[in-house]
């Protein structure tokens, strides 16, 4: 069984002095069980302060425990963000660096579900898994393993349970979280359980030829008829000293639409949320019903976020703004995180991994790029990091992000993106004053030594050692 050094060292703190030195040792408390709902394309305001969207069991967790304010995903690209969740590396680090078919790596993965099952977790996935489109088999590290090929659809999906393949009936947010229900319902008593449930909700449906739309729930399709979609400043905003965006466009592409994505689809979105949220209010019960919900640490997040027209965006995610990269962290575990915390440490998700596996009391690996959070989860004035990177190697999907690959910086105050293929186009935006980006500060308008230091803290991300990987 575990020693959890963590949940100790918090036990102890607060009893050494009080305990008769004449009685026996207690046993180290048992590690905490861990549910992990990881939202697919939901950006930080979707979930946070939105003023019409009501997700009641979301807004329980947050009031029982911490929404942090500033977290980041490192990769705002579906399988780079889920393999940075997974392993704490970067994903110049990890290997899965765009959408490709990366089935075969993804099977090598250090995870740090893997880790906590050979410390003696029971673990079990339940869906979208993305890092190989046509590999739906069991990834290690999982006792139960519930997920499909690629994307997956909404409607009557086809699921792989444990190797074995067939079709469901049903809308894929409440069928995954019934597979979770289920998990958490059977695991055994003596042992502590990771369920990771990787919803689909609220990334698109494909149809051919482009096709995209944002099916909601049966029941949820009339929700927020009546509702004003908010736009922010930077809401087709004018693309002045945005150059890599100032290039041709052909409007043609159905996922890039003039303008940005249309307010019917960021509707259809947020309504998505809604059976989120209910399948939250499930596993809420259902650990209610087991009497371990206090022992339990509940996490929602998302891999990344969505552009709702935000210099005139759709679909395209991938860039380094923060609609795109601002997601939502919500953690809730009595006991150590202080209900209704709102931590300011600038955060990403390459920080998760080493944070469930201190929570663990599982050894973190030197290999890993992030560092735990737990502090920050203990003091919400604490200071994780100075600095994060964010990488995104070119693809062909989008015609308009044709060589846009870059690595960026961000720091509390400035981020630097630094293009790797386009010339002259860099952007340099200082947060504090501008903190809708609208401003870029290069090649003229920069401080005096900023872009030379961020471009030097850049360089030192990227050339971090890979420390060697633990044996599987």
Known sequence: MLLASALLALTSAGTAGARDASAPPTAPPRPPNIVFILLDDVRYDDMVDHPFVDLP????????????????????LCSPSRAVFMTGQYPFHNGIVDNGERAERSHQLVTFPKLLHDAGYHTGFFGKWHMGHEDDSPRPGFDRWVSFVGQGVYFDPTLNVDGVVAGVKGYMTDILTAHAVSFIKAAPADTPFLAFIAQKAAHPEIYPNQVRSFP???GDEGAFVHDSIPHGVSWRAPLTGKPALQRPVDANDPRSPQGGLPDQYV?????????????????????????????????????????????????????????????????RYPGVVKPGVTPNALASNVDIAPTMLELGGATIPASMDGRSLLRALRHDTTEIRDELLIEYYSDTEFPRLKGMGYKAVRTDRYKYIRYDELTGMDELYDLQADPHELRNLLPDNAPAGVRDELSARLDRLLKRPVAPQPRR
């Open 57 to 76: 069991n979301l807004k329980r967790l947050a009031t029982e425990g911490a929404s942090f304010r500033r977290f980041f995903t490192s990769a705002p």
């Open 216 to 218: 909601p729930a049966p």
């Open 267 to 331: 509707r259809d979105r947020l309504r998505m949320l809604l059976a989120v949220d209910r399948g939250i209010g499930a596993v809420i019960t259902a650990l209610e019903a087991k009497g371990v919900l206090d022992e339990t640490v509940f996490i929602v997040t998302s891999d990344q976020g969505f552009f709702y027209g935000e210099f005139g965006l759709a679909q395209e995610r991938r860039l380094a703004y923060e609609p795109s990269t601002h997601i939502p962290l919500i953690v």
